[in-house]
């Protein structure tokens, strides 16, 4: 998020290729939790559109479980690039910085909200972007 920013955070080449390099790492970091991620995603719905019906099965709560841990690392991840691309700011850009986070987490709070109960629900993270 930072570098989509980088003009009004009035950003350095130097401050924008290392925060790229911050960037790709995240990336690289995350890739493996991503496809984690994709081979957990639960199975298809039946074919009559119906909504499994009943308490969650014992598989279906591990799957959870994993899923939580594994958005928890991305999460971890994440923080420990913001904070070592934080570092690289100055303290006017940082607070700059703060800002413009907190209104994007305001704005897909604002979206998440606007949407549907179920589709809120499965509403998650993106986990990897400064």
């Known amino acids: 998020m930072l570098l989509e920013h980088s003009q009004e955070l009035g950003l350095t080449d130097a401050q924008q290729n290392s925060l790229e390099s911050i960037q790709q790492a995240l990336l690289q970091k995350n890739a493996p939790f991503k496809k984690t991620l994709e081979q957990l995603r639960p199975p298809t719905p039946p074919a009559d559109g119906q909504p ?13 479980e994993q899923v939580h841990d594994t958005l928890q690392q991305m999460k971890n991840n994440d923080d420990a690039a913001y904070t070592e691309a934080e570092s690289l700011l100055s303290d006017d850009q940082k607070q700059k910085a703060r800002t413009l986070i907190s209104q994007e987490i305001e704005l897909r709070e604002q979206h998440r909200q606007s949407m549907p109960p179920r589709r809120r629900e499965r509403s998650a993270p993106s986990g990897g972007s400064l």
Do not use: L, N, S
């Open 52 to 64: 499994r019906q009943g308490p969650p099965d014992d598989a279906m709560r591990a799957r959870f």
